[in-house]
C-alpha cells in the first residue's frame, strides 16, 4: 500500500459531503472524496501554522530535497495562500543529487515559485562522498549533521528568521519512540513541532506536517500531480529511524489510530520548548555550537585540515 484510495462499494458517500468516496482514512474512521481529503490536508496544515503563530502575511522558507514531504508542504502552504521560497541542498551524490533537483524543478516552474540550491562542493568545499572517504561514521547520520547546519546557516544568509522543514507524523512519531527505548531524555526537550531559535544565528524550525501522516503525504501528491524524487539516497540504507517506524506502522495495522494518539498525547502533556541559550560558537567556524568545536568541524577534522575546507 502505497496511497490511501481505495474502492468503494455503490452507494457508498463521503463523511463530509455524501458525494462519492475515493479515500479511505482508517485511522479517521472516515471516507473522503478527494476534493474534501484536499479540505482535510490543508486544514492539518493551518491549524499547524495556526499553532506556530505564523499568518500567511509572513513570507515562509521551506527545506525540500525533492522527496514527496517537502514537495508536498511546499504545494500547501503555497495553497493555502503563504509566500513561499524553497532552499535546497545539493549533496552531490551521483543519480540521487541530479533527480532530486529534477523533482523540485518539475514541482516548482508551473507554480512560479523561487528556490535557491546550494551545492554542499560550494558551501563546504567537498562532497558528500568525498566527506565518506574521511570518516568511519555512518554516512546517514554524516548527512543529517551536515545538512542541520547548513540549512541553518543558508537560512539566514537568505533573510529568513524561520525556517519550514517537512518532517510528517511517522517521523516525529518514530523519532519520540526510538528516544523513549533509548531512554534519551535529553533529546526530548527538542522532540517538538516547533523549535524556537535559541541563538543569533540559529533560525527557528517548524514542522506544518507534523499532523500528516506519510501515506496521506504521498496521497496528496498524488491528487496533486505531484512527483518527488523516485531515486533513493545509496546512503539511507543505516538508518534506524526506519525500524521505529515500522513498528509503530504495526501497531497502527491492529489499532488504527494509534500513532497518532501516541504523538499528541506525549505533545498535549509537554510545555513547548523555551528559547534559552545553551550555545557557544565555534572557534573555527563560528557557527553556534554546544561545545567549542562544532559538529562538522568535528567531522571534517578541520583542526588537521586546512581550514577553508
Ligand atoms: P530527512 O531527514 O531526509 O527525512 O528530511 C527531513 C526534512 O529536511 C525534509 O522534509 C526537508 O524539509 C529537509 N531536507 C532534507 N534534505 C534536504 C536537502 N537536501 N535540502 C533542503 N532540505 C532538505
Ligand atoms: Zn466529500
Redesign the pocket.
Known amino acids: 500500500m502505497n496511497d490511501f484510495f481505495a474502492q468503494f462499494p455503490a452507494g457508498a458517500k463521503c463523511t463530509r459531503c455524501k458525494q462519492p468516496p475515493d479515500i479511505r482514512l482508517r485511522s479517521h474512521h472516515v471516507i473522503y472524496c478527494s476534493s474534501c481529503f484536499l479540505h482535510y490536508f490543508h486544514t492539518a496544515v493551518k491549524r499547524a501554522m495556526r499553532k506556530f503563530g505564523i499568518t500567511p502575511e509572513q513570507p515562509v522558507l521551506v527545506?525540500?530535497?525533492g522527496?514527496k514531504?517537502?514537495l508536498a508542504?511546499w504545494a500547501a502552504l503555497h495553497e493555502l495562500g503563504y509566500h513561499t521560497r524553497g532552499?535546497?541542498?545539493?549533496?552531490g551524490i551521483d543519480g540521487f543529487s541530479d533527480a532530486?533537483i529534477g523533482s523540485i524543478r518539475r514541482f516548482a516552474e508551473p507554480r512560479q515559485l523561487p528556490w535557491a540550491n546550494y551545492s554542499l562542493k560550494e558551501v563546504l568545499g567537498c562532497t558528500l562522498p568525498e566527506i565518506r572517504r574521511r570518516t568511519r561514521r555512518k554516512m546517514c547520520s554524516v548527512c543529517?549533521t551536515l545538512?542541520r547546519q547548513l540549512?541553518n546557516r543558508l537560512t539566514i544568509q537568505e533573510g529568513f528568521s524561520a525556517i519550514a522543514?517537512?518532517?510528517n507524523l511517522d517521523?516525529e512519531a518514530g523519532r519520540l519512540l526510538g528516544n523513549m527505548v533509548r531512554h534519551r531524555s535529553e533529546y526530548f526537550e527538542r522532540q517538538y513541532p516547533y523549535l524556537p531559535s535559541t541563538h543569533p544565528r540559529l533560525p527557528s524550525k517548524f514542522k506544518p506536517l507534523y499532523r500528516l501522516e506519510a501515506l496521506e503525504i504521498l496521497t496528496y501528491c498524488k491528487l496533486n500531480r505531484i512527483e518527488p524524487v523516485a531515486a533513493r539516497c545509496e546512503f539511507a540504507r543505516g538508518a534506524t529511524s526506519h525500524s521505529f517506524k515500522q513498528a509503530l506502522d504495526l501497531l497502527e495495522e491492529a489499532m488504527p489510530g494509534t500513532k497518532r494518539d501516541f504523538l499528541y498525547t506525549y505533545l498535549e502533556n509537554r510545555q513547548p520548548p523555551q528559547p534559552e541559550s545553551p550555545y557557544g560558537t565555534c572557534r573555527f567556524c563560528g557557527e553556534p555550537c554546544y561545545a567549542d568545536v562544532c559538529s562538522v568541524c568535528n567531522l571534517l577534522d578541520r583542526q588537521a585540515g586546512p581550514p577553508n575546507l
Open positions: 527545506a525540500v530535497s522527496g514531504d517537502s508542504l532552499l535546497h541542498i545539493s549533496l532530486s543529517g545538512k540549512i522543514m517537512g518532517h517521523d
